[in-house]
């Protein structure tokens, strides 16, 4: 199982396709690994076995099994990402991804076109009522999971925006069909004996934390988090803000005094994430100090854009310091080295 003992140095990115993947594998290699990133969560757009006609990618089981054999001659922790609730849109955002695409059964708010963008509709999501859904995501899961020969599996679940609408969620509560939603996929992970990881953003209340409606949530789902029965705190939460929020950040104190691994994750401007994490670090040792029950488990970078070999020429250009630009490939680079000492002390106060 995954070794919590160890602090989390994680990077998270896109990945499309086969060239994709031998960028980052070159990205790790050349400089990630030498800068101390021990975990890797790779949001892979998938060619599905299982259903081809499902994919969302070129990433094949072959790309996913080679990422998983240089993770671990490095010794790095290998987590897949597949989105799950939200985030069931293409290009543009009323477009569903193929599953939903395909069913559109599955689709919470099928009243918009397929060429609707913001603020039309933010991303599909799909029915937390309609178990259906299951049939063809959980072998989907599974073959990732399988090709990865992961410990852990992330299953996204962030800024969900449409849920409680159709007819049959209506007159449910958001929060409910939420934590539901949460349970249903951590057990499948557990019957296999997978750990689950997840964004936190729909477990905070937006309004009184000072965060925005996507690192918070505005639409009924944040009271989820006191569900223990179902929102369990064995799941490792990725609390990710990229604004600067002068006040501090209340969410890592949140998921760690409600008993969770919390790893803060952070964007390309340094300045946001340099003040985000000092805040998290105060919130490591208040947890020693007070004996909180959770920990603060790391850090993780992210990147939002499918990697190419143009794309990581220049955010290696950034990561050894050489002059790269202001583009968001440099600003990703940059953001990892102005970090990058602090979280090697990080894992010297554990």
Not at 100 to 114: A, Q
Not at 233 to 244: A, F, G, P, Q, S
Not at 281 to 297: D, V
Not at 302 to 323: F, I, Q, S
Request: charged fraction near 25%; hydrophobic fraction near 40%; proline fraction near 5%.
């Amino acid at each position: 199982m995954f070794d919590r003992s160890i602090p989390v140095i994680g990077f998270h990115t896109l990945v499309d396709s086969h060239e994709g993947i031998e960028a980052l594998i070159r990205l790790m290699e050349e400089a990630l690994i030498p800068k101390g990133v021990n975990t890797l969560i790779a949001e892979m757009r998938y060619e599905f076995r299982c259903f081809p006609e499902y994919s969302s990618g070129k990433v094949t089981y072959e790309d996913a099994s080679r990422l998983a054999d240089v993770c671990e001659k490095h010794g790095v922790r290998l987590i897949p990402l597949l989105p799950s609730l939200g985030h069931q849109s293409a290009s543009p955002a009323g477009t569903p991804l193929p599953l939903l695409e395909k069913h559109p059964e599955f689709i919470e708010n099928p009243n918009v076109s397929k060429d609707a963008t913001w603020p039309e509709i933010y991303h599909h999501s799909w029915c937390a009522s309609n178990d259906g859904i299951y049939e063809y995501f959980f072998p989907m899961m599974d073959e990732i999971a399988e090709a990865t020969r992961c410990e852990v599996f992330h299953v996204g679940l962030d800024e969900v925006f449409d849920i409680g609408m159709c007819p049959r969620c209506k007159d449910k509560s958001p929060a409910e069909l939420f934590a539901r939603t949460v349970k249903i996929l951590h057990d499948h992970l557990a019957e296999k004996g997978l750990e689950m990881m997840m964004w936190g953003d729909r477990l905070l209340d937006s309004i009184s934390m000072g965060y925005q409606m996507w690192e918070g949530d505005r639409f009924g789902m944040h009271p989820a988090l006191h569900m223990k029965d179902m929102v369990t705190r064995d799941i490792m939460i990725c609390d990710w803000h990229y604004d600067l929020h002068s006040a501090g950040y209340p969410s890592v104190e949140t998921f760690i005094k409600e008993g969770f691994f919390v790893m803060p994750s952070v964007f390309h401007v340094a300045d946001n994430a340099e003040h985000f994490w000092t805040h998290a670090l105060e919130a490591h040792y208040l947890t020693k100090r007070y004996n909180w029950p959770g920990r603060c488990g790391g850090i993780v970078f992210t990147n939002w854009t499918c990697l190419t070999n143009e794309y990581v020429d220049n955010m290696l250009k950034a990561l050894r310091g050489e002059e790269a630009g202001d583009d968001l490939d440099a600003m990703v680079g940059k953001v990892i080295v102005r970090l990058e000492a602090r979280a090697r002390k990080f894992k010297q106060w554990n």
